[in-house]
């Protein structure tokens, strides 16, 4: 049986760099380095955003992955 007692995120917040490293780690595995970092700066500007749709977007998988 495995145990997590410390659940990072769980009682206080992640930092940034672990929230974008965590986001990072995930979509590594179905798109290139680039299109995760579009992501996440437009998650940090999404305020700035004049249409959400680009957001939505650039979510989008690529064929070849």
């Known amino acids: 049986e495995n145990r997590v007692n410390d659940v990072p995120g769980h009682g206080e917040p992640l930092t940034d760099k672990a929230l974008e490293d965590k986001v990072s780690a995930m979509a590594s595995s179905y798109m290139d380095q680039a299109q995760v970092r579009k992501i996440i700066d437009a998650c940090w500007n999404v305020d700035k955003l004049?249409?959400?749709g680009k957001l939505t977007e650039l979510m989008i998988f690529p064929k070849n992955a």
């Open 50 to 52: 004049d249409n959400l």
